[in-house]
């Protein structure tokens, strides 16, 4: 009897200790028992308080019903079984527990209750309903996303697609379909073969299309192409961006593209292109016409002031004389007119300027040597300072720099009554685009600019002086023509003035150094002189013109007292050059049988006469400088009409090249 009542006593104790819920119910959800866990969790003082009392004591009724129906389930089928209850306690504390169930049976089987337990699942159940709505929560947003992003790639107004690394459509937007005349439904899946197949295009766009493709997943590079397609049998073009796409082991998987229509760009882009032809080929034939109209011209100039030339001589009559020099004044002033209204067409057609290497000393030398004539004849001193340490051997545009230099200094000439111009030349110590700045700084003794007209000297046409004063010559286009080319290589200009003591121009002109060369001991301040005289015993004039020749032997053989050679073509040139020796040929580019530059070539290579010979090309073409600048057989290209001051030119130049050193530091001058 002891031993039965011990075992009740230790059952009791591990009921009370039990750390869940355990109640007995029986058939109508009445408590026949409850542990002390499950009255404390009821706000109960004793176990025994539960007995006799449901569910519906404790609970809300929609949780009393809840927990009464799983009850009766169990008791109905007779089988056991585990469930998650939820609760909102006396307290007010919402819980959950994990509550096992199953039927309670007498002795003959019969059920008569059910028997639980229940334990406190609450921590978990929060936790992983925390869990399941931020997931719900993740993927809602996600398919917000997911329709965001649709609808705001269906209404852009370019193209989106992906596709896979077979070509096949993963994915596009509306813009994208309509372009193929599809649906979505019907592009996707599909590649462009297969769809060009399907709407009847030919597959050779296909084929430009998938190159592009491949290219970038072969490459793994972005590319940026133009691409041709046709919509509605109308050719379009568009503007594809396609970037790779990469999965999370960095393969590439695809590529992303975009498409831009840029029809109606291409368009506009072609009629500028046709514009630019058609202004491209009227600049031509304006150049063509001007070339040609400067010969035509200058051919009957040729006669006109040679032959007005030899009459103004040749006449002893003082009134006579007079006459015939004005004739001589107004041919040479029309000329000159023709020669600036070239000038500026030559600047106007020739825009575009060549970087080379070249040696700033022989260029500076090119430019003393062809303007000391005109220094002499004003009786004016031309100097010229290249500093040490300014590198000579540049790259830059040198037919520019000697266009400004010469147009300068030839500005400076004739607005110096007296005094000297000089040149110098030395490193500014600034840089432009990694370049050195090199400062070229042009000075002269003359009349000097008003203060007031210093920021329009630089305008076409503009003078200082009107034109019908008629002290200096000029149509105000020399320091235009300075701007266009300074404009042209990045250069830039100051100036200063002051009336009657001079006119100062600076110029920074950005070069490249080039390789040196060896350089040579320069000796400063030098004076060279002219010699007594030149002496020549021959010259050949290779001319077509029965006047042209007229004028050239009576000119030549008066001015340089020595034997003149007429040959008519370029075959009589070669020949004539054959047996004789000559000191000057004087060479016309147009002539019957053949160029003056092939005339050049043959009197060079297979004559006797040597490199010592000079040679002068005469021409009435507009772009004599870019003629010279194509040909090596040449010494220099001279302009027609030939005349007593072309004659003076040429003597004065070969005069100062057989006496002109390498030394560039020297003062030139009378």
């Not at 026949?32 to 009724?61: A, M, Q, R």
């Not at 297969?194 to 970038?216: F, H, K, W, Y």
């Not at 000089?422 to 050195?436: D, R």
Request: net charge negative; aromatic share 6%.
């Amino acid at each position: 009897m002891s031993n039965k009542k011990q075992s009740s006593i230790n059952i009791n104790s591990l009921l009370r200790i039990f750390p869940g819920h355990l109640y007995c119910k029986d058939l109508d959800g009445t408590y026949l028992f409850s542990n002390e866990s499950f009255s404390t969790t009821l706000n109960l003082n004793h176990p025994d308080e539960i007995v006799g009392k449901n569910d519906y004591d404790f609970l809300e009724k929609s949780n009393a019903d809840e927990i009464r129906r799983i009850d009766n389930e169990v008791i109905q089928t007779g089988e056991l079984k585990t469930i998650e209850e939820f609760a909102i306690l006396p307290d007010g504390k919402e819980s959950f527990y994990l509550s096992t169930k199953q039927p309670l049976k007498d002795k003959q089987g019969n059920i008569i209750g059910l028997i639980g337990t229940s334990i406190n699942d609450t921590t978990r159940v929060k936790a992983y309903l925390a869990a399941k709505n931020q997931k719900e929560d993740i993927e809602k947003k996600a398919k917000l996303n997911d329709i965001y992003l649709n609808n705001i790639l269906n209404h852009l107004p370019e193209k989106f697609y992906w596709l896979d690394t077979e070509g096949r459509i993963l994915g596009c937007n509306n813009e994208q379909a309509k372009l193929f005349g599809l649906t979505k439904e019907n592009v996707i899946g599909h590649n462009i073969f297969e769809i060009n197949e399907l709407i009847g295009l030919p597959s050779s766009i296909a084929e430009a299309i998938r190159e592009n493709d491949q290219q970038v997943m072969d490459s793994g590079i972005a590319q940026r192409k133009e691409e041709i397609y046709i919509q509605e049998d109308v050719e379009k073009t568009f503007l594809s961006y396609k970037n790779p796409l990469y999965d999370s082991d960095k393969k590439i998987i695809g590529i992303f593209g975009v498409s831009i229509d840029i029809s109606e760009r291409k368009k506009m882009e072609q009629a500028l292109l046709r514009s630019k032809e058609k202004a491209e080929a009227a600049s031509k034939a304006k150049s063509e016409f001007l070339m040609n109209i400067s010969h035509d011209l200058r051919s009957p100039f040729s006669g006109i002031i040679g032959l007005t030339e030899m009459l103004h001589k040749q006449e002893n009559d003082p009134e006579k004389k007079q006459l015939i020099s004005h004739i001589l004044n107004s041919s040479r002033s029309l000329l000159s007119v023709l020669n600036d209204v070239i000038d500026i067409t030559n600047v106007e057609i020739n825009p575009k300027h060549k970087n080379e290497a070249f040696s700033l000393k022989k260029s500076i030398k090119t430019v003393i040597h062809a303007m000391q004539p005109a220094a002499y004849k004003n009786n004016l001193e031309l100097h010229c300072n290249i500093a040490d340490h300014v590198s000579d051997m540049l790259i830059g545009d040198k037919k520019a720099l000697e266009r400004i230099l010469i147009n300068l200094i030839g500005n400076a000439l004739k607005f110096t009554d007296s005094g000297h111009v000089s040149l110098q030349v030395k490193n500014s110590g600034e840089q432009q685009n990694n370049k050195n700045i090199i400062e070229f700084i042009v000075e002269d003794t003359g009349i000097g600019i008003p203060c007031d007209k210093l920021d329009i000297i630089f305008e076409q046409f503009t003078r200082l002086t009107p034109a019908h004063q008629n002290k200096y010559q000029g149509r105000g286009l020399g320091l235009w023509i300075v701007k266009q080319f300074l404009d042209s290589i990045n250069g830039s200009v100051k100036v200063q003035s002051e009336l009657g003591k001079g006119t100062r121009f600076q110029l920074y002109i950005p070069f490249d150094t080039a390789k040196q060369q060896q350089p040579n001991k320069q000796k400063q301040n030098k004076s060279l002189k002219k010699p007594a005289n030149l002496s020549l015993n021959k010259i050949l004039v290779v001319e077509d013109d029965g006047i042209a020749q007229t004028i050239a032997r009576l000119l030549l053989k008066e001015y340089f007292e020595c034997d003149i050679d007429i040959a008519s073509s370029g075959s009589a040139a070669f020949s004539a050059c054959e047996n004789n020796k000559y000191d000057l040929i004087l060479l016309d580019l147009g002539l019957p049988d053949m160029n003056g530059f092939e005339v050049a070539k043959l009197i060079r290579t297979h004559t006797n006469q040597n490199q010592q010979t000079i040679i002068y090309g005469l021409t009435a073409h507009i772009l004599r400088d870019e003629i010279k600048s194509h040909h090596n057989y040449f010494n220099e290209m001279l302009l027609k009409p030939l005349s007593y001051e072309l004659c003076d030119d040429i003597a004065q130049t070969m005069l100062f090249s057989s006496e002109l050193t390498e030394d560039l530091g020297e003062t030139v001058g009378n």
